[in-house]
């Protein structure tokens, strides 16, 4: 089945840039996506690429497609402390289900 | 309304309990989801209800029963639950099918925080 990878945790500077990663195992992918978990809260959608682009950008957050590598990455631009929270990124695994990563949880310092 | 509600938001159950939790949405979406996400865990799929008939059932055990009675809501029955399922249940809704072309964007509601003692 598929796997899909991510760094368990990210500590940043309030204003800097923060840049998730996660990767996958299924080479069948149509679209990936990122969604967002604030304590207590349900999943918040992002963003997400079709498996045909390299990048897509959409605000203060970018995100780049490896398909050879099977590697996804999300970029947060100008990152606040609003954005701490729990990123997953999610395949959309033979056309049935999505799966997620296993999570990374980002912190932002002042 | 792009909003996914769940009600309650919490619950209590004694492991002789039945009780349900409730998903509602608007979006005029024909696909439901339960997950069930463990602490410091992603979500994992249980249920997937296509057109109001089950299509996915991820081996879930029989002490939880779900049921789709129309497009908009959805349910989930616990009966005998065990101390281990103790969890966070989230409802999601999509437009897309299984099978489906097209991005399948879920909408997630807030969750079900549920303690079984």
């Known amino acids: 089945g598929e796997d899909v990878e991510q760094s368990l945790f990210l500590s940043v500077r309030e204003g800097d840039s923060s840049v998730i990663n996660c990767t996958y195992t299924?080479?069948?992918?149509?679209?990936l996506y990122w969604y967002k978990q604030e304590p207590g809260a349900g999943l918040q959608l992002l963003t997400y690429?079709?498996?045909?682009?390299d990048m897509k950008q959409d605000q203060r957050l970018t995100v780049l497609l490896n398909k050879k590598d099977k590697h996804l990455s999300l970029r947060i631009a100008d990152t606040q402390t609003g954005d701490s929270a729990i990123y997953f990124c999610?395949?959309?695994?033979?056309?049935?289900?999505?799966?997620f990563g296993t999570g990374t949880r980002l912190q932002v310092f002042p | 309304d792009t909003e996914v509600t769940q009600t309650p938001k919490h619950l209590v159950m004694g492991m002789t309990n039945k009780k349900s939790l409730k998903c509602e949405q608007h979006?005029?979406?024909?696909?439901m989801y339960w997950y069930k996400q463990k602490a410091k865990k992603p979500p994992e799929l249980m249920f997937v209800?296509?057109?109001?008939?089950?299509?996915i059932n991820e081996s879930v055990p029989s002490r939880f029963s779900p049921e789709c009675p129309n497009s908009s809501l959805l349910n989930l029955h616990l009966h005998a639950l065990q101390p281990e399922d103790s969890a966070l249940y989230l409802c999601?809704?999509?437009?897309?099918?299984?099978?489906?072309?097209?991005?399948?964007?879920?909408?997630f509601g807030p969750g079900t925080r549920l303690t079984v003692l």
């Open positions: 999601a809704s999509s437009s897309a099918t299984s099978g489906g072309p097209g991005r399948n964007e879920q909408f």
């Open positions: 299924d080479s069948s992918s149509t679209y």
């Open positions: 690429i079709f498996s045909n682009m």
């Open positions: 999610a395949d959309f695994y033979n056309t049935d289900k999505l799966i």
């Open positions: 979006m005029g979406h024909r696909a």
């Open positions: 209800y296509s057109y109001e008939k089950l299509s």
